[in-house]
């Protein structure tokens, strides 16, 4: 009775420090599983730039009272054509391939109206790589500005508190003499989805990047051609699925 009892008693011992230890290397397992998801396998949004802009193309069309073209250009302009290439670059920093879905595009607008629309085709960016492209915006419905010869605005703080930015460029530099001027918007929406872990893990991203653009009209002459002063981004957010 008494070996009985002390080899009972030793099993059970046993038996306790083996669950302990299932115990301790089950935890262990389960942080080190959550350190790689959140440092390797969790599917994050890729980043949006737009670094550079070209204005291709703007077709005017001058009314109102004016012995000048500068004149005319302050009564009022008709825009019937003004086209834009963008750069669009996009970062993948996940370990599995951003495949961009159909829904994404280019939108241009002016006094918050819409005014052109280009989608953005399928592609693929590798895991951990850049994808570049370039999309061409044009304007498909006229519309007239009103506010006049409008100047410029600063160069030396492009930017302002209530809308930060994470680029602004000046193409090119502005010439010495005034210029008309007006303001486009352009907004460039990528939708897309990522998996990684094999597909374990999936992520759906719906990425915003807007931009202000400040295009001036030249002197109406034809010495000085239409160009872009100036542009500035929004910092690009997310309304992630």
């Known amino acids: ?55 291709l193309s703007l077709k005017t069309v001058r009314s109102g009272p004016g012995s ?5 250009l302050a009564a009022a302009v008709r825009v019937e054509n003004v086209s834009l290439n963008l750069q669009v670059v996009l970062y993948n920093p996940n370990r ?8 994404s595009g280019a939108c241009l607008y002016y006094s918050n109206r819409q005014i052109g629309f280009t989608p953005i085709w399928s592609e693929s960016v590798p895991a ?29 703080n492009p930017t302002s508190s209530s809308s930060p930015s994470y680029s602004s460029q000046l193409l090119p530099p502005p010439p010495p003499t005034a210029s008309p001027a007006f303001q486009l918007t ?5 939708v897309g989805h990522v998996s990684t872990a094999n597909g374990l893990f999936s992520h759906h991203a719906y990425i915003i990047s ?6 001036c009209f030249g002197d ?21 699925q």
Not at 68 to 72: E, F, H, K
Not at 96 to 103: A, D, L, Q, T
Not at 220 to 240: K, M, N, Q, V, W
Request: charged share 15%; aromatic share 8%; net charge neutral.
């Open 220 to 240: 109406g002459s034809g010495l000085l051609a239409p160009f872009i002063h100036s542009y500035y981004c929004d910092r690009t957010y997310s309304e992630s």
């Open 128 to 156: 951990q790589s850049l994808g570049t492209s370039t999309v061409i915006v044009e304007a498909a419905t006229p519309f007239i500005i009103t506010t006049g010869a409008s100047q410029p605005p600063p160069t030396n």
């Open 186 to 190: 352009s907004a460039v929406t990528i």
């Open 68 to 72: 000048t073209a500068s004149d005319a």
């Open 1 to 55: 009775m008494g070996r009985r009892g002390h080899c009972r008693r030793e099993d059970g011992e046993w038996r306790q420090a083996a669950c302990l230890l299932c115990t301790a290397m089950l935890v262990a397992l389960i942080i080190v599983l959550i350190v790689l998801y959140f440092a390797v396998w969790k599917p994050r949004d890729p980043q949006l730039q737009l670094p550079t802009m070209q204005l």
């Open 210 to 215: 807007k931009c202000h653009i400040t295009i």
């Open 96 to 103: 599995g391939v951003f495949w961009v879905s159909e829904g």
